[in-house]
């Protein structure tokens, strides 16, 4: 056996061998440990746990407010009910978007003005941002949502061409660039 300096003592005593110092310091450890907790252990173990669900995350309640509430299956369709039941605030949300979801589906856009009144009168600041954004170009978001007509293909064309433009960004000149939108289409 080796002899190593003890640093309480200043002496030398034998060396433990590799692992038994720390099972013996284990073992202590438990028992003091299980000793003193053991009734409030028992107790924790033995008592029941009342069974409680885990409330739907943020991100799972949004997902379901815009959705038609005839889409959701009923499990779900159950637990935003109780959400909305237990937040105003959300019940206020869900009612404000799926008014505005049946104004844009069914092309509805007489219905903008008092759907603006509506949302006003609830304190929701990130709807009464949306609001205010609506009321500077209200006679554009009248029309889009009334009118069947769509710009959807020219901003198509447009997004096309621009990333066309980022893909050849310091590459060539404007004729090779011309000849890739040209070709392209």
């Not at 692992?19 to 202590?28: D, I, N």
């Not at 205010?132 to 069947?148: N, Q, S, Y």
Request: glycine letters at 6%.
């Amino acid at each position: 056996m080796t002899t190593s300096p003890t640093w309480t003592t200043g002496g030398t005593r034998a060396a433990p061998t590799p692992g038994s110092c720390g099972k013996r310091l284990c073992r202590s450890v438990t028992r003091a440990a299980t000793s003193a907790s053991a009734p409030y252990l028992h107790k924790k173990r033995t008592s029941p746990r009342p069974v409680v669900a885990r409330p739907p995350s943020p991100r799972t309640v949004a997902g379901w407010i815009p959705r038609r509430p005839e889409t959701l299956p009923e499990p779900e369709q159950l637990l935003l009910k109780t959400v909305r039941t237990h937040c105003p605030e959300i019940d206020a949300l869900t009612r404000h978007v799926r008014a505005f979801a049946v104004m844009l589906t069914e092309r509805q856009g007489e219905r903008l003005p008092d759907w603006l009144v509506a949302v006003r009168q609830d304190d929701l600041p990130s709807l009464h941002t949306l609001a205010a954004g609506i009321d500077r170009d209200r006679d554009a978001v009248i029309a889009g949502l009334t009118l069947p007509w769509s710009s959807g293909a020219v901003e198509g064309h447009v997004n096309r061409i621009k990333m066309i433009k980022r893909q050849m960004y310091g590459r060539a000149g404007f004729k090779l660039l011309r000849k890739r939108v040209l070709l392209a289409s």
